[in-house]
């Protein structure tokens, strides 16, 4: 798990003794899928291409209407696929979960001009959960972690995070590190606060 945060991300002025934790991204596994289906979708025009070529007589006058308009529907096509492609790179890279010693925050991209930064203390968290779906992030070690918070927004979630249990643990450390006066006793080797944290479950479907 990375700690260092790139100089080119900024979520707001770390405190005197607040100190980066943990920096994260999804799984790589998840921008390979999409990047996979992604090239798929690729290949499909060509195929047409080479259908309507060998199939057809559309392509048999050189300077035709239909040809010509299908060139640039193609290209045009092309051009919104390379910047899809971008696109799904970008808000891999950009989309970071960052914990502290004193907040989580989350920063998320969609598309390429808009980001949405959210933050909250760890004072305020109630319930840490891991959660691992299918086969997939069963058997790469991935999964959601989701975070319950007092404040009445919504809930932080940890999306296709590496080692969800890890990051439970270290929140949970701390959580008691910050916390110390509510510790109260010793659960699997990790201090667990009754007031700072409820319990850490994993679920897996």
Do not use: C
């Not at 199939?55 to 045009?76: N, P, Y």
């Not at 808000?91 to 010693?101: A, E, I, N, R």
């Not at 891991?130 to 009445?152: C, H, P, S, Y």
């Amino acid at each position: 798990m990375n700690t260092q945060v790139p100089h080119h991300l900024h979520f707001g002025g770390l405190a005197v003794d607040e100190e980066v934790k943990l920096f994260l991204r999804r799984h790589p596994i998840v921008l390979i899928n999409h990047i996979f289906w992604f090239v798929i979708a690729g290949f499909i025009p060509p195929i047409i291409w080479i259908w309507l070529a060998t199939q057809t007589s559309v392509f048999e006058d050189g300077d035709s209407f239909i040809r010509i308009i299908l060139v640039l529907a193609v290209s045009l096509l092309y051009l919104f696929w390379l910047r899809g492609l971008f696109t799904l790179w970008l808000d891999y890279y950009l989309d970071v979960w960052v914990v502290t010693t004193k907040r989580i925050m989350k920063i998320e991209h969609a598309g390429m001009f808009h980001r949405k930064v959210s933050e909250q203390e760890l004072s305020r968290i109630q319930d840490v959960t891991t959660e691992t779906n299918g086969f997939l992030q069963t058997v790469m070690k991935f999964g959601d972690i989701k975070v319950q918070t007092a404040a009445e927004t919504e809930n932080f979630v940890f999306k296709d995070i590496q080692d969800p249990e890890l990051v439970a643990k270290e929140i949970s450390n701390l959580l008691v590190d910050h916390s110390p006066k509510n510790t109260k006793s010793i659960q699997g080797g990790l201090p667990v606060s009754h007031q700072a944290l409820g319990p850490i479950t994993l679920v897996k479907k």
